[in-house]
């Protein structure tokens, strides 16, 4: 009998769940419109459920060309540490490497939250900045709400 936790895999989450999620593992919220477009830009959205409740999500961002970007890796605090961190980015990555074609090479992005970075690093992310590339930089733009 094996331990492994049974979930299903969906590629849908609604933009109610998906701030549910951001506001459990205490990330910054947006409005839900934003959500909403968001995830209607998402190229490919992973989401695990159990009960039919999402315990752990991942998006996939890709311009079609060579750049990619995982964004919003996120499981429930009452399930990590039991390997659905790794079957989310092992799921991920499949979704990539399905789409090269023969001579393809494509990049693919992320940011770890801090102290993940070694989580990271089991699937072939390198850390920057490193002797061959700079530090990896972002910013955030918003305007008040009136």
């Keep these: 009998m094996s331990n492994k936790m049974e979930y299903e895999i969906a590629d849908k989450i609604t933009p109610q769940e998906y701030l549910e999620m951001r506001t459990i593992v205490g990330w910054k919220l947006f409005p839900l419109e934003q959500a909403k477009d968001g995830l209607e830009h998402t190229t490919h959205i992973v989401c695990f459920r159990k009960d039919k409740k999402p315990i752990a999500v991942a998006r996939v961002l890709w311009d079609h060309g060579y750049v990619v970007y995982i964004a919003d890796v996120i499981v429930h605090p009452d399930f990590q540490g039991q390997g659905i961190g790794r079957d989310l980015m092992n799921h991920a990555l499949d979704y ?5 074609k023969p001579g393809w090479r494509i990049m693919v992005n992320l940011q770890a939250a801090k102290g993940k970075e070694g989580f990271y690093k089991k699937f072939g992310f390198i850390e920057r900045p490193n ?14 709400q009136q």
Excluded at 96 to 100: E, M
Aim: negative net charge.
């Design 131 to 144: 002797p061959d590339f700079g530090p990896g930089m972002h910013q955030w733009l918003e305007i008040e």
């Design 96 to 100: 990539i490497k399905s789409k090269l």
